[in-house]
């Protein structure tokens, strides 16, 4: 039987319960909640719910997407700077195209979110799943942040790429370009042109090349790991016909291979020669199959290339078409 003392007890509670502002049966599950996960103690309901507070405040915690892109480059500061021209236009052409995300809390986007936000603002399999990488490094500096508990991006698949095969240049075109690079302003973009050609290098990277990562006694040209579009190291083989080319054309070690307004200039190399459109990598994808003509030898290709696997030379880089003899093949006498 309930003593008067009991009675006050219980009214003083109801009255603690109504002043949270809280329907005072919601209040008194919670209580009861409470100490269920304290086991009936009063101190380990408390710190339970202490706890769950702390808990609740760290995944609360979180920053607006525009706020996360500009950490993920800080982040990023010391990568070149194209790349980091790369990553800040596909974050902006995200919260262009993508209305109300550069508002949006990190934490809150979904995968799903992520899927439709890739397809809405870029039109191509492969700008996709370059933006998915983009995107992908957003949510990874907001994880180590402690923005968001995981990464989305992770959960949509990239797209399937249909590769198709570059045209290389024919023996006419590689004839006419080479006479045209020997006479074009005095033969500055001689050099260039034929380490593109004869030994495949990106044309990014030949324009961080100079002379001292010529190795003509060795037999090589190196190519430094902050100068590799891919990060590592590897050397390239000087093949004779290049080597004839650079022994004429070498300057002073710290001297660039390329010359100033390279790119300008380069434009300019491939109309003098009679090109009405030019594909960026074709120098490169001619010398992939020249090589592979004369060598056969996929392994070494791969070396040479600076690829991680030879699947990326068997789907698009080989065009055997044109090519089957020897001796004209660009990388022997």
């Given at each position: 039987?309930?003593?008067?003392?009991?009675?006050?007890?219980?009214?003083?509670?109801?009255?603690?319960?109504?002043?949270?502002?809280?329907?005072?049966?919601?209040?008194?599950?919670?209580?009861?909640?409470?100490?269920?996960?304290?086991?009936?103690?009063?101190?380990?309901?408390?710190a339970c719910i202490a706890a769950g507070?702390?808990?609740?405040?760290?995944?609360?915690?979180?920053?607006?997407?525009?706020?996360?892109?500009?950490?993920?480059?800080?982040?990023?500061?010391?990568?070149?700077?194209?790349?980091?021209?790369?990553?800040?236009?596909?974050?902006?052409?995200?919260?262009?195209?993508?209305?109300?995300?550069?508002?949006?809390?990190?934490?809150?986007?979904?995968?799903?979110?992520?899927?439709?936000?890739?397809?809405?603002?870029?039109?191509?399999?492969?700008?996709?799943?370059?933006?998915?990488?983009?995107?992908?490094?957003?949510?990874?500096?907001?994880?180590?942040?402690?923005?968001?508990?995981?990464?989305?991006?992770?959960?949509?698949?990239?797209?399937?790429?249909?590769?198709?095969?570059?045209?290389?240049?024919?023996?006419?075109?590689?004839?006419?370009?080479?006479?045209?690079?020997?006479?074009?302003?005095?033969?500055?973009?001689?050099?260039?042109?034929?380490?593109?050609?004869?030994?495949?290098?990106?044309?990014?990277?030949?324009?961080?090349?100079?002379?001292?990562?010529?190795?003509?006694?060795?037999?090589?040209?190196?190519?430094?790991?902050?100068?590799?579009?891919?990060?590592?190291?590897?050397?390239?083989?000087?093949?004779?016909?290049?080597?004839?080319?650079?022994?004429?054309?070498?300057?002073?070690?710290?001297?660039r291979i390329c010359p100033p307004n390279?790119?300008?200039?380069?434009?300019?190399?491939?109309?003098?020669?009679?090109?009405?459109?030019?594909?960026?990598?074709?120098?490169?994808?001619?010398?992939?199959?020249?090589?592979?003509?004369?060598?056969?030898?996929?392994?070494?290709?791969?070396?040479?290339?600076?690829?991680?696997?030879?699947?990326?030379?068997?789907?698009?880089?080989?065009?055997?078409?044109?090519?089957?003899?020897?001796?004209?093949?660009?990388?022997?006498?």
């Amino acid at each position: 039987m309930k003593t008067k003392s009991d009675r006050k007890t219980e009214l003083a509670a109801m009255e603690v319960l109504r002043q949270t502002g809280v329907d005072v049966l919601e209040a008194a599950l919670v209580a009861k909640r409470a100490l269920e996960a304290g086991r009936g103690r009063v101190k380990r309901a408390v710190a339970c719910i202490a706890a769950g507070e702390e808990e609740l405040r760290r995944r609360e915690k979180t920053v607006t997407f525009d706020r996360a892109v500009e950490e993920a480059l800080e982040a990023r500061k010391d990568r070149r700077s194209r790349t980091l021209r790369d990553f800040h236009g596909i974050a902006r052409r995200f919260m262009r195209r993508c209305k109300g995300l550069a508002n949006r809390r990190i934490r809150s986007i979904s995968a799903e979110e992520c899927r439709g936000y890739i397809r809405e603002a870029f039109d191509t399999p492969r700008q996709r799943n370059k933006a998915r990488l983009i995107l992908s490094g957003v949510f990874s500096t907001a994880c180590k942040r402690g923005w968001c508990a995981e990464n989305p991006v992770r959960k949509v698949e990239p797209e399937r790429l249909e590769e198709k095969r570059i045209s290389i240049l024919s023996k006419e075109e590689i004839g006419r370009l080479m006479h045209t690079a020997e006479t074009f302003e005095g033969g500055t973009c001689l050099a260039a042109t034929a380490i593109m050609l004869c030994a495949g290098v990106r044309p990014t990277e030949v324009e961080r090349l100079r002379w001292s990562d010529v190795r003509l006694d060795d037999g090589v040209i190196c190519i430094a790991p902050h100068h590799s579009k891919t990060g590592g190291a590897r050397h390239v083989t000087i093949f004779p016909p290049l080597a004839r080319i650079l022994q004429r054309v070498r300057r002073p070690g710290d001297e660039r291979i390329c010359p100033p307004n390279w790119r300008r200039r380069r434009t300019r190399l491939h109309r003098e020669a009679g090109f009405k459109s030019w594909q960026p990598d074709v120098l490169r994808h001619t010398f992939a199959t020249h090589h592979l003509a004369t060598f056969r030898n996929y392994a070494e290709l791969q070396l040479e290339m600076g690829h991680r696997s030879a699947d990326l030379l068997r789907t698009r880089y080989i065009a055997m078409e044109g090519v089957y003899r020897r001796e004209d093949s660009l990388l022997v006498c």
